[in-house]
């Protein structure tokens, strides 16, 4: 049974590269190309492969639907089953082209879902990513996606523990997901780990993957890897840049940018807006907007509990099982994720990220007196305002525009009393009657905190 099993697979893997082949499109974008119908008949629509009569494919270049693609039945299953039936952009400008076996360079905007570009087949294929909690969703999307597949697939990123399980079974899998330094290590103190059977690299978020913060990782893995090999880049910025190119030995690579006359980088469905207020003022347009996002009743209450919704935080200084059960708790549930640019990296959310803001004239509430009166029912709270109040000025001297960024310009006594401190912490990283002279925080001892 197994047997039959894997002769129908094969005979599958042989009409579907045929296909490949027989319509392989030009070095050009596909979306320039009229889409297949969506009731138009796939695969060989003519002639049966007895070799009386030519075979003729129907298109994939161009076409909307992952249905229409030269991908195995297995794939069609899990990408049907995972919710995946139409292709953005810049799967439909890629696909087409990384099934063929060619290198590409492809630039979309961000939430565009890059995720689900990475080849069919089993092979050895690593997947880099330039952040932990990035590589764990791209690990949970192959997953899905290649439920139905046998071939083995692993998650290489720092910040866990298991290494040395690692490095008993790194060498066993088909496909790695992983971060540079991760991978990297693997690669000096994992016996006998061997990358020379290679066939596709995939670097996602390939700006920040190539820039100064892993160049010397990056550097030391591409020396390891066999330069025979198809390399495809996804990123929301695009670089032609020669050494970037050179380095990762890429071969007439395809320069595909979805978004390349757009005026803006953003998807058309989100609108951003910024608001400027005062910092004594931003307790206040923090709990007007969470009364109004989530229609509170009794938005004057500071336990959550009450309210029944979360806050949550995401930053850097959380570890890897930290970050991960926050961004895992935030898309199953009704919460708000304060975070920092950790999280700017091509992160998507299971459940649409929405919330409505009614700009409406009316006095922001002020929550001074709430959180003194916090601050005075629990005292351990005291040194986490404080602490909150430290880090935002030093967030600020760390900003380059000092016209708009200046410790000086800040009443440092309206915003201690606006976090509930009756007087401001002390600020030993300043100094004394002379906060303007205090550019950067190049000379801060960092015991101050």
Known sequence: MKLQRRESELKEIETLTEWIQSKKPDSSNPLSLPPLPEKSKVGRIKGNGDGKDSVVFSSYAGCQMFNQLPILKKTKKGLKEGKFVRMTDVQRATLPHSLCGRDILGAAKTGSWRSCTE?????CIIILSPTRVLGSQIFGVLNLVGKYHGFSAGLLIGGRKGVDTEKERVNELNILVCTPGRLLQH???TPNFDCSQLQVLVLDEADCVLDNKFK???NAIISQLPTHRQTLLFSVTRTKSVKDLARLSLKDPEYLSVHEEATIATPHLLKETAIIVPPSSEAGHAMEFHQDTFKLKNPGVPNNS???????C??????????IRTYSKFCDSRAVLFSTDVASRGLDFNKSVQWEVRAKKKQILSVTPMLAAVLAQFPELHGVAGRAF???LKAILK??????FYVSKLDTDEFAASLGLPMPPELRFLKPKNKETVESLDD?????N
Do not use: C, F, P
């Not at 080849?119 to 092979?123: A, E, I």
């Not at 995401?314 to 970050?323: P, S, Y």
């Not at 900003?399 to 708009?404: I, P």
């Open 314 to 323: 995401l930053h850097a200084k959380m570890n890897q099982e930290q970050r």
């Open 399 to 404: 900003r380059k525009d000092k016209e708009v």
């Open 216 to 218: 010397a990782a990056v």
């Open 390 to 392: 430290v880090t935002y």
């Open 444 to 448: 801060v001892d960092e015991k101050d």
């Open 306 to 312: 009450l309210t029944g919704i979360s806050l949550m």
């Open 187 to 189: 690669m000096d103190e």
């Open 119 to 123: 080849r069919d087949g089993v092979g």
